[in-house]
T-cell receptor, first 109, second 110 residues
Framework: GQNIDQPTEMTATEGAIVQINCTYQTSGFNGLFWYQQHAGEAPTFLSYNVLDGLEEKGRFSSFLSRSKGYSYLLLKELQMKDSASYLCASYSGNTPLVFGKGTRLSVIA | EAQVTQNPRYLITVTGKKLTVTCSQNMNHEYMSWYRQDPGLGLRQIYYSMNVEVTDKGDVPEGYKVSRKEKRNFPLILESPSPNQTSLYFC?????????FGPGTRLTVT
């Protein structure tokens, strides 16, 4: 499978902005997903990037650079409920998604 | 409502007692997958299926079986469960743009 790398843990302050990075292997790459997962629950879809650039959805934005094999998830105006794991996953055509190990984000007051 | 369902949600069993975790989706998706999730290891693929009667091994298939006789159903079978299969299991189905997860099955094998 493809190697997906993302930081294991991050901490940020309520109201601040945090950027979670993800790198992936570019061979056969089609698109990049971001999921949010609260402890013990199923992952929920946040974004899907196919083309280079930034896509914004409310407080969350996701960026992709296909040539660099790099993506990031940007969370603005952090809230306590944003404390969760954030999973980066690559999509390479007719195969299931390949997930990174996730970044555990802690939002502190 | 588009959804993936799994049953049971929680199961405690003993070593060697065969069990099946069911998975069903109502979105007519061709692709379905099973994952297990363990602390520090993230989501790891067990098996996946690209269509009816087409299944393939993921990263950690040992000790598991699957079948895909109908498009909507993709059960996970543990013929002889062992304690190292204690984990949180997720079924998922996918179209081109999004993967939908079931609610998860927390399995404990003693």
């Amino acid at each position: 499978g493809q190697n997906i790398d993302q930081p294991t843990e991050m901490t940020a302050t309520e109201g601040a902005i945090v950027q979670i990075n993800c790198t992936y292997q570019t061979s056969g790459f089609n698109g990049l997903f971001w999921y949010q997962q609260h402890a013990g629950e199923a992952p929920t879809f946040l974004s899907y990037n196919v083309l280079d650039g930034l896509e914004e959805k409310g407080r969350f934005s996701s960026f992709l650079s296909r040539s660099k094999g790099y993506s990031y998830l940007l969370l603005k105006e952090l809230q306590m409920k944003d404390s969760a794991s954030y999973l980066c996953a690559s999509y390479s055509g007719n195969t299931p998604l390949v997930f990174g190990k996730g970044t555990r984000l802690s939002v502190i007051a | 409502e588009a959804q993936v369902t799994q049953n049971p949600r929680y199961l405690i069993t003993v070593t060697g007692k065969k069990l099946t975790v069911t998975c069903s989706q109502n979105m007519n998706h061709e692709y379905m997958s099973w994952y297990r999730q363990d602390p520090g290891l993230g989501l790891r693929q067990i098996y996946y299926s690209m269509n009816v009667e087409v299944t393939d091994k993921g990263d950690v298939p040992e000790g598991y079986k699957v079948s895909r006789k109908e498009k909507r159903n993709f059960p996970l079978i543990l013929e002889s469960p062992s304690p190292n299969q204690t984990s949180l299991y997720f079924c998922a189905s996918r179209d081109s743009y999004e993967q939908y997860f079931g609610p998860g099955t927390r399995l404990t094998v003693t």
